[in-house]
C-alpha cells in the first residue's frame, strides 16, 4: 500500500524559533499534499493545499508568511513553521494524494511542542 | 459551507457489543465520503464511500452511504479493545480537499 513519511516525528523547541517538517511519499508520485493540523481532542484542521511545482493553496485563517510551503518535488513537501509560538504547539499531519482516485494517504504525524 | 457532523462525539461499550457511529453532511458538490480511525498517530483509511446502498465491509467493520438522507453509517460487530479509537469521516471537497467531521470517540472496555 501507500506509504507516507513524516519526519521529525516529534519536535520540541523554544519560541521564537523557526521549524522544519518533511511529508514525503515513498513509493508513489503525490501530485498533491495537504498539511492538517490537530490540536488535542479535535478533529484535522486543513491549513493548505501543495501542489508540486508551484504556490501552496492556503485556507482561510492560516498565515501564509508563518506556515511556509514547499513541494520541491513528486514525493516531498516541506512545512516550516517560522518564528514559533507556544500556540502553534499541536499535532502537524500531511498526506498525499497520488493523482488516480479520491484516496488520501496519511502521513504519521509530527507533534510539535514550542516552549 | 460545507459540514460534517458526527454522532456521538464518544461511546464507551464493552468488548463483544455492536456499536453504530453515524455522519450526516451538507455538501453542495459531493464526491466521495470517507471513513478513518485514528489512534495515537494519524488516522488510518477504513472506507470509501461514492454510491449510495451499497454496503462496503472489511471484516468486522461496514459502512453505508445514503445519499438521499445525507449520511452515513459505520457498524462494528463483536468489538474488540483494539477498536478503541477516534473513527472520522471526511467528506472530499473539489481538489481532493478533505473535510473531516469532529470525530466519534470509541472506547471498548473488557
Known amino acids: 500500500g501507500a506509504v507516507v513519511s513524516q519526519h521529525p516525528s516529534r519536535v520540541i523547541c523554544k519560541s521564537g524559533t523557526s521549524v522544519k517538517i518533511e511529508c514525503r511519499s515513498l513509493?508513489?508520485?503525490?501530485?498533491?499534499m495537504f498539511w492538517y493540523r490537530q490540536f488535542p481532542k479535535q478533529s484535522l484542521m486543513l491549513m493548505a493545499t501543495?501542489?508540486?511545482?508551484?504556490?501552496?493553496?492556503?485556507e482561510q485563517g492560516v498565515e501564509k508568511d508563518k506556515f511556509l510551503i514547499n513541494h520541491a518535488s513528486l514525493t516531498l513537501s516541506t512545512l516550516t513553521v517560522t518564528s514559533a509560538h507556544p500556540e502553534d504547539s499541536s499535532f502537524y499531519i500531511c498526506?498525499?494524494?497520488?493523482?488516480?482516485?479520491?484516496?488520501?494517504?496519511f502521513g504519521p504525524g509530527t507533534r510539535l511542542t514550542v516552549l | 459551507e460545507d459540514k460534517v457532523v458526527q454522532s456521538p462525539l464518544s461511546l464507551v461499550v464493552h468488548e463483544g457489543d455492536t456499536v453504530t457511529l453515524n455522519c450526516s453532511y451538507e455538501?453542495?458538490?459531493?464526491?466521495?465520503l470517507l471513513w478513518y480511525k485514528q489512534e495515537k498517530k494519524a488516522p488510518t483509511f477504513l472506507f470509501m464511500l461514492?454510491?449510495?446502498?451499497i454496503e462496503k465491509k472489511s471484516g468486522r467493520l461496514s459502512s453505508i452511504l445514503d445519499k438521499k438522507e445525507l449520511f452515513s453509517i459505520l457498524n462494528i460487530t463483536a468489538t474488540q479493545t483494539g477498536d478503541s479509537a477516534i473513527y472520522l469521516c471526511?467528506?472530499?471537497?473539489?481538489?481532493?480537499?478533505?473535510?473531516f467531521g469532529q470525530g466519534t470517540r470509541l472506547t471498548i472496555n473488557p
Open positions: 498526506s498525499a494524494h497520488s493523482g488516480g482516485g479520491d484516496t488520501q494517504y
Open positions: 513509493d508513489f508520485q503525490a501530485t498533491t
Open positions: 501543495s501542489n508540486e511545482g508551484s504556490k501552496a493553496t492556503y
Open positions: 455538501v453542495t458538490n459531493f464526491r466521495s
Open positions: 461514492t454510491s449510495s446502498g
Open positions: 471526511a467528506l472530499i471537497q473539489g481538489a481532493q480537499k478533505l473535510v
